[in-house]
């Protein structure tokens, strides 16, 4: 069992930058990967970015390319996600999660741990 507790969120004006992090516990591997997803009102949980346990592999979505970064520090068990260029199409509740199968990366079943979710709001 893997439980995940996000912090960071808030509001932030467009442009402006944010830095949400993931606190992972419990049972954790070293070929788990680790993931942002966000909800906006109405609308389908939607991959943000991913990245692997060992931090070399990351994946990002179209959208948040050049903008967001994800990195790790599996040493303290935290992963972080540096939102930079913020914009209000950026507003969403963000998930962290955990990957323990394969799979593709922006299929959300194929995640099996997620956090309560943290609320990003960025006004224009």
């Known amino acids: 069992q893997v439980q995940l507790v996000e912090s960071g969120g808030g509001l932030v004006q467009a442009g402006g930058s944010l830095r949400l992090s993931c606190a992972a516990s419990?049972?954790?591997?070293?070929?788990?990967?680790m993931g942002w997803f966000r909800q906006a009102p109405g609308k389908e949980r939607e991959f943000v970015a991913a990245?692997?346990?060992?931090?070399?592999?990351?994946y990002y979505a179209d959208s948040v390319k050049g903008r967001f970064t994800i990195s790790i520090d599996n040493g303290k068990n935290m992963v972080n996600l540096q939102m930079n260029s913020l914009k209000p199409e950026d507003t969403a509740d963000y998930y962290c999660?955990?990957?323990?199968?394969?799979?593709?990366?922006?299929?959300?079943?194929?995640?099996?741990?997620w956090g309560q979710g943290t609320q990003v709001t960025v006004s224009s």
């Open positions: 990245i692997s346990w060992s931090g070399v592999n990351t």
């Open positions: 999660a955990a990957k323990i199968v394969g799979g593709s990366y922006y299929d959300t079943r194929n995640w099996s741990y």
């Open positions: 419990g049972r954790i591997f070293s070929h788990y990967a």
